[in-house]
Each structure stands twice: as C-alpha cells, then as structure tokens.
C-alpha cells in the first residue's frame, strides 16, 4: 500500500461531484494538512472562504455505489499555535426569552500548546481565567459525494456525511461511509482541537491540523447512514433536523447493523437497545443536528 501526501491547492464549500484532485489505490494513506473553517492555514493566511473549506475530492479506484469507504483516522498533528472560537452560546440551544440577554458573540483566540497537548483560552474571561483543556482532536467536516450529482453544503450534513461536529470523529476511530459515486469522492477538513458536545457555541476551538487518514473500499456493504469504531463502542449516526428525526435515523442504523453484521433478531436488537444505547449530539447549530447512537462492545454477541 502507498502513502500519499496531499497538497491541497484549491479548496470546496461543497461536497460533490467534482473532478479527483488525487487518485489512491483501495488500502492506501493519505497526509494532508487542512486550513481552518474560517480558510486561514497554518501561517495564519487566508487561502479560502467558509464555510468548513474541504481539501479533496480524493477518488478511490474500486469504489462504486453500494460499496462502503472505510475511513481509518490513524492522527491529527496540530499545525498552529492558535484556535478560535464564538464566545457566547448559539440562540437555538438556550429558551427563546434568554437570548436577548447574551452579549453579541465575538471570536475569542485560544492557545494550543503542542508540546503539553494543551489547549488554553487567552482571553481574560472572570470565572475562567485559567481554563486549560487537554488537547482532543476531532475532524468535524468530511465525507463522500452524495448520491444523484448532488453537492451539499460543508455547513450541513447528510447520508454522506459532511459537517457532523461529532467529538468521536478523532485518532483511534474509523468510520463507515455509503458510497453513492464512482471513486467515493471523499473531503475532509475543519478541523478542532477540541469541543464539547453539539457544538453549542457554534464552533469547536477551530485551527489547522496534519491529518493522517487509510481508505479502504469494503465492497457490496450496503448502509443508509455513516458508522463508526473505536476501540469501545460501534456508533451509528443520523443527520437531520429536528432532532428526533436525527435520533430515529441513527437508532434504524444501528438496529440495521445488529439484525445484520451481529445476527441479532429483531426482539433481541430491541432489548438489548432498549438497556445500554447510548447517545451523543454531534452537532445541533447546524442545518441538519446529528446524533450518534453507541452501543459498548461488551454488550455485543461473539461471532
């Protein structure tokens, strides 16, 4: 297998189908360093306009629709000293009689420690003045070309993944995308040092990353909504708004998957659901909410 290093020179808003600014055989790695959702790269200069711009497309020989891409996040290199992001919480996420009282949100900086793997707010804040988090790197836009031509927006996100903001999505972790297009066609970019759950200031602490990634096709593996591995759980997820329609999508994903790949009954899927799912909220500022289903694989029969 090759690793290749990638060198972005043009950067997407959309993720569709595009022509392949780099070809890779099924199995093969790929490096690349992203800019950040504003456009700034690593020297702080501004290479594109947001949203979330994507390196890629990456085509992927082998791959057609029907087939999954298996995407191997192996590391994430922070490449700047710097992250930003909003400082007050986003209006939907707080009752509608609150949000005249919030401040108007600013962009405050923090600072990223890349020896200590830290990440630091820089800006007096009464309270907080010495909040110090340990780094958690986490890509919160990619995905594949979605089906019929279509090209959506890196703002949102879908059956092809696109801008879930989910805190998994980090080193250590694969996730399972439908492909719907020769190639696969896959972006990424957008990346935090770290974020709480929902992204509910509207962003993560945004900054540019070394991103290491393996993509393998899995042929004839067929799957409506992305999934996802890491060393604990397997994770389904569902991207739409409102949230329960986000929340009934990942939780079909995942019954799909245990009736499926684990060879569970549909009364068994449902019991064991019912006493140890999980859930997570990736994303609820952006137009589609995501929401993670996660089961422990301690729960999970032995094939």
């Known amino acids: 297998m090759t690793t290749h290093h990638f060198v972005a020179t043009s950067f997407h808003n959309v993720i569709g189908t595009m022509p392949a600014a780099l070809r890779v055989l ?24 947001g949203p979330n711009p994507m390196n890629g497309p990456v ?13 191997e996040i192996l590391d994430m290199v922070p490449t700047r000293d710097t992250g ?49 988090l340990p780094l958690a790197p986490m890509i919160g836009c990619f995905g594949v070309a979605p089906s019929l031509g279509q090209a959506i927006s890196t703002a949102t996100s879908g059956e092809h ?67 996802a591995e890491t060393a604990d759980d397997i994770i389904t997820v569902g991207n739409a708004r409102p949230l329960d329609q986000a929340l009934q999508h990942a939780t079909t994903e995942m019954l799909r998957l245990l009736t499926t790949d684990y060879r569970l009954t549909w009364v068994a899927a449902s019991h064991l659901l019912g006493q140890v799912v999980r859930y997570d909220i990736g994303n609820v500022y952006d137009p589609a909410y995501t929401v993670a289903c996660r089961v422990a694989k301690k729960w999970l029969p032995r094939l």
């Open 26 to 49: 099924s199995g093969d790695t790929v490096i690349t360093r992203t800019i950040d959702a504003a456009g700034y790269d690593e020297e702080d200069v501004r290479r594109a306009s």
């Open 59 to 71: 085509f992927v020989e082998g791959a057609v629709s029907g087939d999954a891409l298996k995407v």
């Open 84 to 132: 930003f992001t909003r400082s007050v919480l986003a209006a939907n996420v707080i009752d509608p009689e609150t949000i005249r009282e919030l401040p108007k949100p600013d962009k405050t900086l923090w600072a990223i420690d890349r020896q200590a793997m830290t990440v630091r707010l820089t800006e007096p804040v009464s309270g907080i003045e010495n909040l110090v």
């Open 161 to 227: 993944g696109g801008n879930m903001d989910y805190r998994l999505f980090g080193p250590g972790t694969t996730v399972w995308l439908p492909v719907f297009s020769p190639g696969a066609l896959f972006f990424l970019g957008d990346c935090h040092a770290v974020q709480g759950d929902g992204e509910i200031v509207g962003t993560g602490v945004e900054t540019t990353f070394e991103v290491t990634v393996r993509l393998t096709v899995e042929k004839a593996k067929p799957m409506t909504w992305p999934r």
